[in-house]
């Protein structure tokens, strides 16, 4: 089976991280594909903020509920949204993340956050953008395992033909 699509069914998120830093050239890469993702109209109004500051990626960690896979992650890539983006093209936007980092030998978790006017705030982004989310990303520890609720629900309990039907 083709590589891309194992690896697209494959993607899981990793909580657990190496103790080392990312690569800058790993980085780079991870940012490009980042930079590459498509938006509605093309209008690309988005921006990543590489947090690798111990104590700024701990404060945006505090953001959060469960931002537990952020304190132990090397690196946050916090995706900030101006005004009036579409979720939708975040969501692309993180998505390219993750799976350009799964491709590269990296690990990724997204987290939210929560108080997200915190989160601005820790950021200095301008008024009345959002960072809703984070993308906690490093290499994987050995003993790294996906959690084990991570199943899905079946073809049949979310695909309809034609109509929404059950
Ligand atoms: C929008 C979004 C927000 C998430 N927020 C968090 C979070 O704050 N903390 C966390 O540990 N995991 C977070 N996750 C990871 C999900 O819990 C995880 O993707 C889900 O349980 C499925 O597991 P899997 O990706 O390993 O298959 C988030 C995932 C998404 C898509």
Same mark, same amino acid.
């Given at each position: 089976?083709?590589?891309?699509?194992?690896?697209? @069914?494959? @993607?899981?998120?990793?909580?657990?991280?190496?103790?080392?830093?990312?690569?800058?050239?790993?980085?780079?890469?991870?940012?490009? !594909? !980042?930079?590459?993702?498509?938006?509605?109209?093309?209008?690309?109004?988005?921006?990543?903020?590489?947090?690798?500051?111990?104590?700024?990626?701990?404060?945006?960690?505090?953001?959060?509920?469960?931002?537990?896979?952020?304190?132990?992650?090397?690196?946050? @890539?916090? @995706?900030?949204? =101006?005004?009036?983006?579409? =979720?939708?093209?975040?969501?692309?936007?993180?998505?390219?993340?993750?799976?350009?980092?799964?491709?590269?030998?990296?690990?990724?978790?997204?987290?939210?956050? *929560?108080?997200? *006017?915190?989160?601005? !705030?820790?950021?200095?982004?301008?008024?009345?953008?959002?960072?809703?989310?984070?993308? !906690?990303?490093?290499?994987?520890?050995?003993?790294? =395992?996906?959690?084990?609720?991570?199943?899905?629900?079946?073809?049949? =309990?979310?695909? *309809?033909?034609?109509?929404?039907?059950?």
């Amino acid at each position: 089976m083709d590589r891309t699509y194992q690896r697209i @069914l494959g @993607l899981r998120a990793i909580r657990k991280f190496q103790d080392r830093p990312l690569d800058p050239e790993d980085l780079d890469r991870v940012l490009e !594909a !980042a930079r590459w993702t498509g938006s509605a109209k093309n209008r690309q109004n988005w921006s990543v903020v590489v947090v690798q500051d111990p104590d700024q990626k701990e404060r945006l960690a505090g953001c959060c509920n469960t931002g537990g896979p952020l304190s132990k992650a090397p690196a946050g @890539l916090a @995706l900030v949204q =101006e005004p009036e983006t579409y =979720e939708f093209d975040i969501g692309r936007m993180a998505q390219n993340i993750m799976l350009s980092a799964d491709a590269l030998g990296m690990a990724t978790c997204p987290v939210t956050m *929560h108080r997200e *006017h915190d989160a601005a !705030a820790v950021l200095g982004v301008p008024e009345g953008w959002r960072c809703r989310y984070v993308i !906690a990303i490093g290499y994987p520890a050995p003993s790294a =395992e996906p959690a084990r609720f991570g199943g899905r629900k079946s073809i049949g =309990e979310i695909v *309809h033909r034609d109509s929404y039907r059950r």
